[in-house]
């Protein structure tokens, strides 16, 4: 699987955007992107994936760069409720192929 | 949809003693669960790939016989952790796969072991 670059921590205005930007620069064609978050002691919840073409859904948005090397997660109007570490994930979809966790973004939405 | 429910969510134990751990998929069947180790102030460790039906694949460094993965049926998994010890003490967490919202993670198992 490709390797992912995120900044370790960020954080964002509770009601603004959040942007949070991943690298995979290695990235291979048949590699899609996923994105997760982890709340504090929880398990990691799903957000959203995409292959090459941008994505929505109702909790976010994802955007490919063109090239595939950079993508970046756009929650809308973050919340408290939105402070987590969110994983940026790279691998080859369609099968049943382990999921492997970098350290990913602390995101620290502040009142 | 494609829920896993992972129980129990806490767990203290003896050392020594042997705790075993649930992982379900309750609307879905999943052939394959994953099971997850996370130390504090770190990132999910992958522990091993169970396969319902067949033996578990275990990541490199991970210790098959101490770690017993039995997946017996479509939509349960479990993890034993046999003689523990206080260095197994961690947030335990499984996972499934699913055609529309991609892995499902439980809700993951507090294990102390003191």
């Known amino acids: 699987d490709a390797k992912t670059t995120q900044p370790p921590s960020m954080d964002c205005a509770e009601g603004r955007a959040a942007n949070l930007p991943c690298n995979h620069s290695?990235?291979?064609?048949?590699?899609?992107v996923y994105w997760y978050r982890q709340i504090h002691s929880q398990g990691p919840q799903y957000i959203i994936h995409?292959?090459?073409n941008n994505e929505t859904n109702e909790m976010a948005s994802l955007i490919i760069t063109e090239d595939r090397k950079s993508s970046t997660l756009i929650l809308p109007h973050a919340t408290l409720r939105d402070t987590a570490v969110y994983y940026c994930?790279?691998?080859?979809?369609?099968?049943?192929?382990?999921?492997?966790f970098g350290k990913g973004t602390l995101l620290t939405v502040n009142p | 949809g494609a829920v896993v429910s992972q129980h129990p969510s806490r767990v203290i134990c003896k050392s020594g003693t042997s705790v075993k751990i649930e992982c379900r998929s309750l609307?879905?069947?999943?052939?394959?669960m994953f099971w997850y180790r996370q130390f504090p102030k770190q990132s999910l460790m992958l522990m091993a790939t169970?396969?319902?039906?067949?033996?578990?694949?275990?990541e490199q460094g991970v210790e098959k016989d101490k770690f017993l993965i039995n997946h017996a049926s479509l939509t349960l998994s479990t993890l034993t952790v046999t003689s523990a010890h206080p260095e197994d003490s961690s947030f335990y967490i499984c996972?499934?796969?699913?055609?529309?919202?991609?892995?499902?993670f439980g809700s993951g198992t507090r294990l102390t072991v003191v």
């Open positions: 609307d879905f069947q999943a052939t394959t």
């Open positions: 995409g292959l090459k």
């Open positions: 290695t990235i291979s064609g048949n590699e899609y």
């Open positions: 996972s499934a796969k699913t055609e529309r919202y991609g892995y499902t």
């Open positions: 169970s396969n319902e039906g067949s033996k578990a694949t275990y």
């Open positions: 994930i790279v691998r080859v979809g369609g099968s049943n192929y382990k999921l492997t």
